[in-house]
């Protein structure tokens, strides 16, 4: 399987405060909306089946839901999924959250989805080619795929590690790994390899006093890379 043992127990110690949007998870609050709108700028997402890899506690799913998505989400840390459940019984949102991999659920869900996304969760798995395969596989012909993470990139470490984690205290120390994060020429290879045709690859920018994001032409740290499936 490709799951790292010790980045589960990390999110599962993690989970009841996911959804603290003042928490140890501030950031994915403040930066959920730039992705939610990149993905709706390109897919009219209201009734489309979607799928959520890596959904953590759900915060990018119940969005996606809230804008009349059919949303599926998964994620194979126990105790987030369970927080994910549990918001979205308090909040009224439906979400079909499933305890999986990527891989798992390609081989029994192949092409079921009119757009996959996978953002902040590739940095965090052994082998993220392989995740990028399955979302592939996922996803029908002519889809939509949404991916985003860190570059391996000097910049990237004093800002997400340095930075995020130590100075401003912005996330929990040790969320991220420096030796895990991906190039976008990396990621991009990866995804042709899967068949997929590269649209955009798009910096993210994060102001933590203003808590805004925007996005940016400077891909040294957090990224974006939107993808199709050729139809």
């Known amino acids: 399987m490709n ?9 599962n110690e993690l989970a009841s405060r996911w959804w603290d949007p003042d928490g140890d998870f501030k950031p994915l609050h403040d930066i959920n909306p730039l992705r939610v709108g ?17 959904c953590g506690g759900g915060i990018l799913a119940e969005s996606l839901a809230a804008a009349g998505a059919r949303v599926t989400a998964i994620d194979m840390a126990e105790r987030p999924l369970a927080v994910a459940r549990l918001h979205a019984l308090e909040s009224g949102i439906e979400v079909a959250y499933q305890e999986s991999t990527a891989e798992a659920f390609a081989e029994a869900h192949p092409e079921a989805f009119s757009a996959v996304t996978c953002l902040e969760m590739l940095e965090h798995v052994p082998d993220y080619a392989s995740t990028i395969a399955a979302c592939a596989r996922l996803t029908r012909p002519g889809g939509h795929l949404l991916f985003s993470t860190i570059n391996r990139h000097p910049k990237a470490y004093l800002l997400t590690i340095l930075g995020a984690e130590y100075v401003l205290k912005l996330l ?9 994060f991906i190039k976008p020429s990396e990621l991009a290879a990866a995804a042709r390899a899967a068949g997929l045709t590269v649209e955009r690859v798009e910096g993210m920018r994060y102001n933590p006093f203003t808590r805004k994001a925007s996005l940016s032409r400077d891909t040294d740290a957090n990224y974006l890379l939107y993808a199709r499936k050729p139809a």
């Open 172 to 180: 929990p120390k040790g969320t991220h790994e420096y030796e895990k």
């Open 38 to 54: 990149y993905l709706t700028e390109r897919l009219d997402v209201r009734e489309q089946p979607i799928l959520d890899v890596g």
């Open 3 to 11: 799951v790292d043992q010790a980045e589960l127990a990390k999110f």
